[in-house]
């Protein structure tokens, strides 16, 4: 997408370089380049970008991941991790922050363009689904039953007042976080876990715009009071206004409930 301002955090200064070079090679504008991500920040502060490449190892008292969090919330721009092999604990670190993207070291071989003009898709559609989900949640804030809304990879994006009065938790405990780790549903005879069934919507087992997955019964989640709750309830899925009827728009999930305990 020629154009598009980038801004690269990388402290490795030979690879900062030879990364720049590519990317205005294919017609990208590079803002500047941080060593670090407390530079990144500042250079944000004054500046515009659209995409911000982040590598995930960086030197000094904020890593990559961790500079990536502030970007996404201080400044609501996409980032792109650039990385090489790393370990396991790091890459799940990694996958939790909801980048837009990878690039691999070393860049020889890689097509920046498409990368980089996939993230920036999914970011401008990811800006939609959220307007469309807050109207969604406005629509639901006098509701009587608890409601949540989350985004196409599962982080919770609204809640109304009665599921936050239920969960007996504040905003900043739940925003961004996925349904399971703040609702976490267990069967009640046998005290195993349930599965996602949040995740199992929005990967494709419902299959058109009407259709509502329910929650099996007899499931239950303990509160921030450890108060146990018995739940039933249903999932449906949220679409962006601008799209045409396709299964490929079931971008998030409206999970409607209610407290059924005895």
């Keep these: 997408m020629p154009g598009t301002k980038i801004l690269i955090v990388e402290d490795e200064g030979l690879i900062a370089l030879d990364l720049s070079m590519r990317l205005k090679r294919d017609g990208f504008e590079v803002i500047g380049i941080s060593s670090s991500g407390e530079d990144a920040l500042k250079t944000l502060s004054q500046a515009a970008p659209h995409l911000v490449l982040m590598d995930i190892r960086l030197d000094g008292a904020m890593d ?12 609501g721009l996409p980032v792109i991790f650039l990385t090489a092999h790393s370990d396991p604990a790091t890459l ?10 990878y690039l691999l070291k070393p860049f020889t071989e890689i097509n920046f363009s498409v990368t980089i003009e996939m993230a920036l898709n999914k970011y401008v559609l990811e800006k939609k689904l959220t ?18 809304a989350t985004d196409s990879r599962g982080a919770i994006r609204f809640m109304n007042a009665e599921a ?25 005879n046998s005290g195993r876990a349930a599965e996602d069934f949040v995740g199992y919507a929005l990967n494709g087992k419902t299959s058109s715009r009407e259709e509502i997955f329910t929650l099996p019964h007899g499931l239950c989640f303990r ?10 309830g249903a999932i449906s899925l949220g679409l962006l206004e601008s799209h045409e009827p396709g299964p490929e728009e079931h ?12």
């Design 251 to 262: 971008v998030g999930a409206i999970i409607s409930f209610r407290d059924v305990s005895l």
């Design 64 to 75: 990559g991941i961790e500079a990536a969090d502030k970007v996404r919330a201080d400044f």
């Design 92 to 101: 799940n670190r990694a996958k939790a922050s909801s980048p837009f993207g």
């Design 131 to 148: 307007q469309r989900l807050r109207w969604l949640a406005n629509l639901a804030l006098s509701g009587p039953d608890p409601l949540i």
């Design 164 to 188: 936050a009065r239920m969960l007996d938790c504040l905003e900043p405990d739940w925003s961004g976080r996925r349904f399971p780790d703040i609702v976490p549903l267990y069967e009640r």
């Design 223 to 232: 509160n921030n009071r450890n108060r146990e709750i018995m739940i039933e």
